[in-house]
T-cell receptor, first 112, second 113 residues
Framework: EDKVVQSPLSLVVHEGDTVTLNCSYE??????LLWYKQEKKAPTFLFML????IEKKSGRLSSILDKKELFSILNITATQTGDSAVYLC????????????FGTGTLLAVQP | DAGVIQSPRHEVTEMGQEVTLRCKPI?????LFWYRQTMMRGLELLIY????????DSGMPEDRFSAKMPNASFSTLKIQPSEPRDSAVYFC???????????FGEGSWLTVV
């Protein structure tokens, strides 16, 4: 059965800290891995990763994929209170059903 | 460009009533997904359409749930009869032909009392 596992489930840090969120997966017909940020509304897209070892970067956020070890990490440097959210990892099963399978998310709380 | 549009944004209904959730995908997108999100189970894929055809409905919980996509710009998710355990946020999402990221609507917050 396809699955996506995120860790930690929750994390509390102080502003300025650096955090690393983890995502491991077991999916048939892997196609891509996506990271989303969810605050009070719908998940908003952060990154899509398809190739190992190529870092995607956007401001203080960066992410990398390891297709051999079947995991990805999302790094946030110099955290701010506005980074508080649930971070969701999702993997595309690129088979006939083309499913996007989500992990349960990591709840990040950044304290001032 | 308008994103994925869902209605209603919030719905409170009594157990046993029929609930219909609506979704308008992004224009030009050919795949549409219905997800349900709860604290306990996270985001679960209920059903997925490609070119208006249901491809995978294995996530639909039971016969009380049904979904339709009569055309490329509209889909419904219906629950009949509703039960308190159906209370959740229901997200609709769409994906373009190139198969890149999925864009989510703002969700329909359903409470069944």
């Amino acid at each position: 059965e396809d699955k996506v596992v995120q860790s930690p489930l929750s994390l509390v840090v102080h502003e300025g800290d650096t955090v690393t969120l983890n995502c491991s997966y077991e999916v048939t017909n892997f196609r891509s891995l996506l990271w989303y940020k969810q605050e009070k509304k719908a998940p908003t897209f952060l990154f899509m990763l398809t190739s190992s070892g190529i870092e995607k970067k956007s401001g203080r956020l960066s992410s990398i994929l390891d297709k051999k070890e079947l995991f990805s990490i999302l790094n946030i440097t110099a955290t701010q209170t506005g980074d508080s959210a649930v971070y969701l990892c999702a993997v595309f099963n690129g088979g006939a059903t083309n499913k996007l399978i989500f992990g349960t998310g990591t709840l990040l709380a950044v304290q001032p | 460009d308008a994103g994925v549009i869902q209605s209603p944004r919030h719905e409170v209904t009594e157990m046993g009533q029929e609930v219909t959730l609506r979704c308008k995908p992004i224009s030009g997108h050919n795949s549409l997904f219905w997800y349900r999100q709860t604290m306990m189970r996270g985001l679960e894929l209920l059903i997925y359409f490609n070119n208006n055809v249901p491809i995978d409905d294995s996530g639909m919980p039971e016969d009380r749930f049904s979904a339709k996509m009569p055309n490329a710009s509209f889909s419904t998710l219906k629950i009949q009869p509703s039960e308190p355990r159906d209370s959740a946020v229901y997200f609709c999402a769409s994906q373009g032909v190139l198969g890149n990221t999925i864009y989510f609507g703002e969700g329909s917050w359903l409470t069944v009392v």
